[in-house]
């Protein structure tokens, strides 16, 4: 039979699931702040012969998203690399007419076009932190009866994990240079009047000119070049009131039913989708340039956008020096998302 420093020396696997009481900077949105007493905290406490305790332990929740339903991603690509470059095809012809040619005239010299490239550059970062336990924490906490010490902590150190490469892919990573994410790249361009106010909020005149606007102000900043986006990402308030009826003459159809099969219709595209975000609401973003709710229309394509994780996370072998005091790291290496044709973007603030 094994020794208990034996099993403890052996723990070495991630667990998947993030949920313990942990905060990433300013971009965890949690509904457990101020809803626990920090003084209360602990395995001990009192109790007395008509106490019953429940079996299992209630996770801590967090407000969590799909990453790759709003950006394509790219996971293992790069590992341990500082950089990534996506190089980018440039092209030079002249006008078309340049290139006729009529019967008797000089054809010794033919009109050239030619082509080159240029590369977008995206930085890396590596990331590693740990949990520690020593087996006097281990008997007390087995004491519990129903709580694993270190099944919790490694939870706590894969959720520190999950939520901020979540908060990165949508805000970009804190303390990096140009690690930015969907909702705040600085080669999107910001349009601050075809929303004015929450489009749950537009009168039916309101949202019949926001309706006959948006698509437009969207192909002409891509000059043409898109005219087939498939996802209108929005503020989580704004779309929970997408419910109401468009107007008076038309009760039956929501506001949402109605932009989704009209920007099916005009794009084409049955995969269009509205997304709702909560990083959009502006007490959430921390978006410090715009300070503002913002509205995000693109295209989810690889070669419009691309998130990397380098080196997914995963964790290393348990190690003691003393066989009393153990440590377990974990590691991962992120990259923030490359907008690698940011016309194909288009940014609206409300305030």
Same mark, same amino acid.
């Given at each position: 039979?094994?020794?208990?420093?034996?099993?403890?020396?052996?723990?070495?696997?991630?667990?998947?699931?993030?949920?313990?009481?942990?905060?990433?900077?300013?971009?965890?949105?949690?509904?457990?702040?101020?809803?626990?007493?920090?003084?209360?905290?602990?395995?001990?406490?009192?109790?007395?012969?008509?106490?019953?305790?429940?079996?299992?332990?209630?996770?801590?929740?967090?407000?969590?998203?799909?990453?790759?339903?709003?950006?394509?991603?790219?996971?293992?690509?790069?590992?341990?690399?500082?950089?990534?470059?996506?190089?980018?095809?440039?092209?030079?012809?002249?006008?078309?007419?340049?290139?006729?040619?009529?019967?008797?005239?000089?054809?010794?010299?033919?009109?050239?076009?030619?082509?080159?490239?240029?590369?977008?550059?995206?930085?890396?970062?590596?990331?590693?932190?740990?949990?520690?336990?020593?087996?006097?924490?281990?008997?007390?906490?087995?004491? !519990?009866?129903?709580?694993?010490? %270190?099944?919790?902590?490694?939870?706590?150190? *894969?959720? +520190?994990?999950? &939520?901020? @490469?979540?908060?990165?892919?949508?805000?970009?990573?804190?303390?990096?240079?140009?690690?930015?994410?969907?909702?705040?790249?600085?080669?999107?361009?910001?349009?601050?009047?075809?929303?004015?106010?929450?489009?749950?909020?537009?009168?039916?005149?309101?949202?019949?000119?926001?309706?006959?606007?948006?698509?437009?102000?969207?192909?002409?900043?891509?000059?043409?070049?898109?005219?087939?986006?498939?996802?209108?990402?929005?503020?989580?308030?704004?779309?929970?009131?997408?419910?109401?009826?468009?107007?008076?003459?038309?009760?039956?159809?929501?506001?949402?039913?109605?932009?989704?099969?009209?920007?099916?219709?005009?794009? !084409?595209?049955?995969?269009?989708? %509205?997304?709702?975000?909560?990083?959009?609401? *502006?007490? +959430?973003?921390? &978006?410090? @340039?715009?300070?503002?709710?913002?509205?995000?229309?693109?295209?989810?394509?690889?070669?419009?956008?691309?998130?990397?994780?380098?080196?997914?996370?995963?964790?290393?072998?348990?190690?003691?020096?003393?066989?009393?005091?153990?440590?377990?790291?974990?590691?991962?290496?992120?990259?923030?998302?490359?907008?690698?044709?940011?016309?194909?973007?288009?940014?609206?603030?409300?305030?």
């Amino acid at each position: 039979m094994n020794t208990e420093a034996e099993t403890l020396a052996g723990v070495k696997n991630a667990i998947p699931i993030a949920v313990p009481n942990v905060r990433i900077g300013s971009h965890v949105l949690s509904n457990s702040k101020g809803n626990i007493d920090p003084t209360s905290v602990g395995y001990q406490y009192l109790t007395d012969t008509l106490t019953e305790i429940r079996s299992g332990v209630l996770p801590q929740k967090f407000y969590t998203e799909s990453i790759s339903d709003f950006i394509p991603m790219d996971m293992g690509f790069a590992g341990y690399q500082s950089e990534i470059i996506q190089n980018v095809a440039l092209q030079s012809a002249g006008g078309f007419a340049s290139g006729f040619k009529k019967a008797g005239s000089d054809n010794t010299r033919l009109e050239s076009v030619n082509s080159t490239i240029t590369p977008i550059r995206m930085g890396t970062e590596n990331w590693a932190k740990a949990v520690h336990w020593d087996l006097v924490e281990i008997r007390e906490a087995a004491n !519990s009866g129903n709580w694993n010490i %270190i099944e919790s902590r490694m939870i706590a150190l *894969k959720t +520190n994990w999950d &939520l901020g @490469v979540q908060a990165g892919a949508f805000l970009g990573f804190d303390g990096t240079d140009g690690l930015t994410g969907l909702l705040n790249n600085p080669e999107v361009v910001i349009d601050g009047v075809t929303i004015p106010k929450m489009i749950s909020a537009m009168d039916e005149t309101e949202f019949q000119t926001f309706v006959s606007k948006v698509m437009n102000a969207y192909v002409q900043n891509s000059e043409g070049t898109e005219r087939r986006p498939d996802r209108f990402v929005i503020p989580l308030d704004d779309y929970l009131g997408f419910g109401a009826a468009v107007s008076k003459t038309l009760p039956t159809v929501t506001k949402l039913e109605y932009l989704e099969k009209l920007f099916k219709s005009q794009t !084409s595209n049955g995969d269009f989708k %509205i997304m709702p975000l909560l990083y959009n609401q *502006k007490d +959430n973003n921390k &978006l410090e @340039v715009s300070g503002k709710n913002r509205y995000a229309l693109y295209t989810k394509n690889p070669q419009t956008m691309l998130m990397t994780i380098p080196v997914p996370f995963h964790m290393l072998e348990a190690g003691t020096a003393d066989h009393y005091t153990w440590t377990q790291p974990g590691q991962g290496q992120v990259s923030g998302l490359m907008i690698t044709r940011p016309k194909e973007v288009l940014y609206f603030d409300r305030p």
